[in-house]
């Protein structure tokens, strides 16, 4: 599996998640917003955690108007994977490649905790390595994680089964105690909580790896 991790200034988990990506066994290719083009072969684009222009204007939404946004939305067009922690999922919502918008935390805190979260759907690369209902321990630190969309998506996402996480104690005041979404063609996941913060022992916790372990074999030749 070849993966690209992009970072934009501010970014501040891409390496952790290029480290969870090699944990697996994936090939990792680090991508600066600036350049135009994924490198030849991407499986699976990683945009991750962090405060990516400092969160001017809304988390997310400049970093979703940089040049790398037109070659991850021709990647995800073309039937691309593409996963989304914390700060990515607020840019793939301001991409559009994900429905909805993530507000300020209902209690106006940032927010830095161990959460539990239950798995919604193992009908996804992402969340292959899990059961169906499991309910696995990940890390939060955000200040704007509170999901939200309108009626009619809320009811999509959810009978379409692509509500991947729901938070078990909602941490946030997301709508449906919403964790994590799929896109429409389930290869775009876009999560709040950091399963890369989650993946070996010294984390405290290895509930993590099994959404990357999940995303190789995926990948692995049939
Ligand atoms: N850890 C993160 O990615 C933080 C996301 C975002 N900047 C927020 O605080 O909401």
New binding site residues.
Partial sequence: MKAAVITFP????DRDLAVAFEGVGAQVTRVWHKDTALPAGTDIVGI?????FG?YLR??AIAARSPIARAITDFASGGGHVLG??????VLVEMGLLPGA?L??ANLK?I?KPVTLRVETAGSGFTAGYAPGAQITVP??????NYTADPETLARLQGDGRVAFRYVDNPNGSAADIAGILSENRRVLGM?P?PERAFSAVHGGTDGRAMFEGLISAFAPA
Avoid at 140 to 145: K, M, Q
């Fill in positions: 501010g970014s501040n988990c991750p955690g962090g405060f990516s969160d988390c997310g922690i914390c700060n990515g999922f607020q993530l300020r935390n940032y830095c939060i630190a955000h200040h704007d994680g709040m950091h």
